[in-house]
DNA sequence: CCGGTTGTTCAGCG
DNA sequence: GCGCTGAACAACCG
């Protein structure tokens, strides 16, 4: 489910719900479920991976991690973590990280570094990156504070997109090539969130879980690359390593 | 059918 | 306090 395009599918699922008054709520999240009950959603937002439920003085912060799911007007056989009954309709998440926090996220987030906004702002990434020299690409695409909503998947599609070696040192890579990766990060995961809306995001991966590169038919490595140690598919032919 | 994983946080260690 | 490692969480797919 996670990364960001996919979040900003959540919000868009749930819009009929924004403005209506919360009936009663159940779930096994730690947090105050009561304080909920009565109360009108205000808005939807998505930073990156989270997604937010909105009041006037506090917010839900709703991260899937791994395993999340939610159910709009059905359910799961599992316990949900969070569910919301309103008048004649529900909808609940599952298997996620849910916290309550004080206040208005407007406040609290660096909005220009969601990759899927529409403030987002390839110059401050730019800026961003270059203050982490010594790091390996396949690191700082997956950063948040950088590239909030990038995901593995994301990871592994833009730098084979752009011929980019998972392991090249951010230092290293000349001005125009950093460029190329930051400007892909963005239209990638738009093209994401497309293909997922399409129940076609699958099958458009070209590099990540591919046995061999579409370009060259060469083997695709699979490494567990970096400080962060996620699984990379790679092409040592067609990306280059700075 | 069982191992791997679209993710993050935290404890424990040197 | 730092960086690093491994565990924990937990469910679905291939």
Not at 196 to 203: D, I, M, R, S, T
Request: aromatic share 12%.
């Amino acid at each position: 489910m996670p990364e960001g395009p996919s979040i900003v599918i959540i919000k868009e699922e749930l819009q009929s719900f924004k403005g209506k008054k919360i009936l009663q709520v159940e779930g096994n999240a730690k947090i105050e479920l009561a304080l909920m009950e009565n109360k009108k959603i205000k808005d939807f937002k998505s930073w990156g991976k989270h997604f937010l439920i909105c009041f006037d003085t506090f917010y839900l912060r709703i991260h899937l991690l791994m395993f999340g799911t939610y159910r709009i007007n059905e359910r799961k056989e599992a316990d949900p973590r969070l569910l919301l009954k309103f008048k004649n309709s529900e909808f609940s998440f599952y298997t996620c990280s849910i916290k309550l926090i004080k206040g208005n996220p407007a406040e609290s987030y660096d909005w220009d570094a969601d990759i899927m906004s529409e403030t987002w702002s390839h110059k401050k990434a730019v800026k961003k990156i270059n203050s982490f020299a010594n790091e390996q690409v396949c690191d700082v695409l997956l950063n948040q504070d950088i590239f909030a909503g990038v995901g593995n998947i994301i990871k592994n599609e833009v730098l084979f997109r752009t011929r980019i070696h998972p392991e090249s040192v951010i230092g290293n890579l000349p001005r125009t090539r950093l460029n190329a990766l930051v400007k892909d990060a963005r239209d990638y995961s738009l093209q994401f969130y497309i293909w997922k809306k399409a129940f076609v995001l699958k099958k458009n991966w070209v590099i990540y879980k591919k046995l061999n590169c579409l370009k060259c038919k060469s083997k695709v490595t699979r490494a567990y690359c970096g400080k962060t140690k996620r699984l990379t598919c790679y092409c040592e032919n067609c990306q280059k390593i700075y």
